[in-house]
């Protein structure tokens, strides 16, 4: 079998999981981002999109290429796309780099989404207030994440302020949603659209930032099961997404709610690195690849995933630990940046809760 060649747009950690899930089934990797130094530095070829003929060499260098982020330029995976498949396709990316288009999207498949309104001035947010009810979340359409971008409109006289922060690019009022707690579903679909969906994760966030992932999700009904499951097959579907996506949720008395789409692999998935038989990240290359899909099974009744961010931690308690493992993304240290997690297994719940417990210093040494 001839050696694969993977073109990614960006060089994170994402990126770096990748390359190092994948590198087993013959394949190599090119990364095609402006950081000289990266966490994927050492994992495959580096191409800098401001070198003389960047573009074209990476095109040359590469049999298939994915990205790493939602923000990808759509353009750019259109231009590429020409010449070598680019998975997702534009398609997916357009879809979930805006977030007014993205719900949209949602409630024509018939996904259930928070209320919403388009915001592009104060008297538009007075509206949204009006006729969404408080409290609401006023957000970017564009480039939010971990939490930036996005203002809470608890009191009327919240508005003006949430304006004056957010104003100057295109927002959308979202009602606030009463959720008991906030999930997400992945799965992976290839190009001969065959699908697999990893268990369900409960996530835990802090400031906008996820902290903590947990699988599998405890007491969830039969039925949000289905309706998680019918969502993201829905989804991969209508799309025609090849690669792994995710769908983020909030559980509600009525049903599960959908928050956000990301047409990657993400952070509540980690866990399946050791956590399930074949990870998003060897998935997503296998998807991509035109591969059969791996079991997204989880290998022991419990796993959990810890995002060490801000500071690196006391690493060696993690190492000593048979059921837990250590990741570390060759980041520097730095308030609030994803810079590792660790990954637990265990065959009961009392020993995942404690293992998590033992490492509270890295859930709160988050830089907060
Ligand atoms: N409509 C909403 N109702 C209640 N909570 C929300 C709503 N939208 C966002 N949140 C909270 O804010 C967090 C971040 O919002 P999200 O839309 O996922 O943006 P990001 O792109 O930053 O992840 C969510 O995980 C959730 O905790
Ligand atoms: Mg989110």
Partial sequence: MAVKRIGVIGSGQLGRMMALAATHLDTEFVFFDEASESPCSNLGKSIQPSSDNALKAFIESVDVVTYESENTDATLVDD??????????????????????????????????????????????????????????????????????????????????????????????????HFSRELSVIAARNVKGDVEIYPLAENDHSAGILRVSRVPVKALSEQK?????????????????????????????????????????????????????????????RAICDMPLGSTSARQEYAAMINIIGKHGNQESVLKQENSFYHAYGKSERLNRKIGHINIVASNEAEIERTIKQYSAFVSECGE
Avoid at 253 to 274: F, T
Wanted: proline share 3%; net charge negative; with cysteine.
């Fill in 80 to 177: 590429i796309n020409q010449q070598v498949p680019v998975y997702p396709s534009s398609i997916s990316l357009l879809k979930s780099q805006h977030r007014l288009t993205e719900k949209s999207f949602f409630q024509s498949i018939g996904i259930q989404t928070a209320d919403f309104r388009k915001v592009e001035s104060l008297a538009d947010l007075t509206s949204a207030v009006e006729e969404l009810g408080l409290p609401i979340i006023l957000k970017t359409t564009r480039e939010g994440y971990d939490g930036k971008g996005q203002a809470m409109i608890k009191e009327a006289s919240d508005v003006e302020a949430a304006w004056q922060t957010l104003q100057g690019t295109e927002l959308i009022a979202e009602a606030f949603v």
């Fill in 225 to 285: 099961l289905t309706q998680a499951r019918q969502y993201i097959t829905t989804l991969l579907n209508e799309l025609n997404h090849v690669g792994v996506l995710t769908l983020e949720l909030f559980d509600t008395d009525s049903g599960l709610i959908a928050n956000e789409m990301a047409p990657r692999v993400h952070n509540s998935g980690h866990w399946s690195i050791e956590g399930a038989y074949c990870s998003q990240f060897e998935n997503h290359i």
